[in-house]
């Protein structure tokens, strides 16, 4: 079983300031790392993912994150947020297996002030 | 590519009526998934299916909750009768086929029971 902990339910940040959305899973095998976004009254949309490799991956609009598996973190990061990053960002992990079920964080509440 | 396609957006029903909920995933997807996401929580699987067969129903409440996905395409979670509990947004998901990692959502449905 899986389990993710995302340790800030909001996080209010000004614009162009950086930013930091923490993320901790625990798991007795090996998982992908995922983050989904979610804007006001719209489905998730994948972010970003660990699969294998690099472990910093990067997403097109400018997010990264970084998977540290001695501490079981796949924090995300921005150096410079916009008001359009104003969103819910979820953590989640899947088994590797074929089932690939995600288990989700609780979410962060990202809110981008002018 | 069309996405995840769901209807109805919005339901309001009252205690001990029922509900039908509907997915349509991208075409070519073989897995199909159903989340509930209960307010300020992270979506919890309910139930995954490969083509029209059930892989993991364990998280569904099969004393009030049914689906179906009998021709390996669109799928329907009901519930029968619903519980004040049961007020969720209840997202669908799709995925290509076991050697892809990458689930997409539809918008999803928020159920309101009164």
């Known amino acids: 079983a899986q389990s993710v902990t995302q340790l800030d339910s909001q996080v209010p940040v000004f614009e162009e300031a950086p930013v930091e959305l923490r993320c901790n899973y625990s798991?007795?095998?090996?998982?992908?790392l995922f983050w989904y976004v979610q804007y006001p009254n719209q489905g998730l949309q994948l972010l970003l993912k660990?699969?294998?490799?690099?472990?910093l991956v990067e997403s097109i609009n400018g997010f990264e994150a970084e998977f540290n598996k001695s501490q079981t973190s796949f924090h995300l990061r921005k150096p410079s947020v916009h008001i359009s990053d104003t969103a819910e960002y979820f953590c989640?992990?899947?088994?590797?297996?074929?089932?690939?079920?995600?288990?989700f964080g609780s979410g962060t509440q990202l809110t981008v002030l002018p | 590519e069309a996405g995840v396609a769901q209807s109805p957006r919005y339901k309001i029903i009252e205690k001990r009526q029922s509900v039908a909920f509907w997915c349509n995933p991208i075409?070519?997807?073989?897995?199909l998934y159903w989340y509930q996401q209960i307010l300020g929580q992270g979506p919890k699987l309910l139930i995954q299916?490969?083509?029209?067969?059930?892989?993991?129903d364990s998280q569904l409440p099969k004393d009030r909750f049914s689906a179906e996905r009998l021709k390996g395409v669109d799928s329907t979670l009901k519930i029968q009768p619903a519980k004040l509990e049961d007020s969720a947004v209840y997202l669908c998901?799709?995925?290509?086929?076991?050697?892809?990692?990458?689930?997409?959502f539809g918008p999803g449905t928020r159920l309101t029971v009164l």
């Open positions: 998901a799709s995925r290509h086929s076991d050697s892809t990692d990458t689930q997409y």
């Open positions: 989640a992990v899947s088994d590797r297996g074929s089932a690939r079920q995600l288990t």
């Open positions: 660990y699969l294998s490799g690099s472990t």
């Open positions: 798991s007795s095998v090996s998982v992908y």
């Open positions: 075409s070519g997807h073989a897995t």
């Open positions: 299916f490969q083509n029209n067969g059930v892989v993991d």
